[in-house]
């Protein structure tokens, strides 16, 4: 398994950005799917944005046009760049990974705030 930390999360103003940042322990070259999830007080983990090996990219919809995911496999990173946040967008951010067998790593998580 490989090991995920993140980092860039904080408390923002609304309309203001943020770029979190997951720094893997070993090489994602071959790994299938990077992911960001998140999970607000009170609600469920959800899919924020994924990248393939391949760079395909998936987002959710409340962050398409303001999200945008990027991996680096030189630096065995995969970022999260975060624009025109919302308050509705405040919760834990969890790096996860996928390998093509289905299994999953997850990051400790970062606290993201938007707020006034």
């Known amino acids: 398994q490989v090991q995920l930390v993140e980092s860039g999360g904080g408390l923002v103003q609304p309309g203001g950005s943020l770029r979190l940042s997951c720094a893997a322990s070993r090489s994602i070259f071959n790994i299938y799917v990077m992911a960001w999830y998140r999970q607000a007080p009170g609600k469920e983990r959800e899919l924020v944005a994924s990248i393939t090996d391949r760079g395909s990219t998936v987002y959710a919809e409340p962050v398409k046009g303001r999200f945008t995911v990027s991996r680096d496999n030189t630096k065995n990173t995969v970022d999260l760049q975060m624009n025109s946040l919302k308050p509705e967008d405040t919760g834990v951010y969890y790096c996860?990974?996928?390998?093509?067998?289905?299994?999953?790593?997850w990051g400790q998580g970062t606290q993201v705030t938007v707020s006034s």
């Open positions: 996860n990974s996928r390998t093509i067998l289905n299994i999953h790593s």
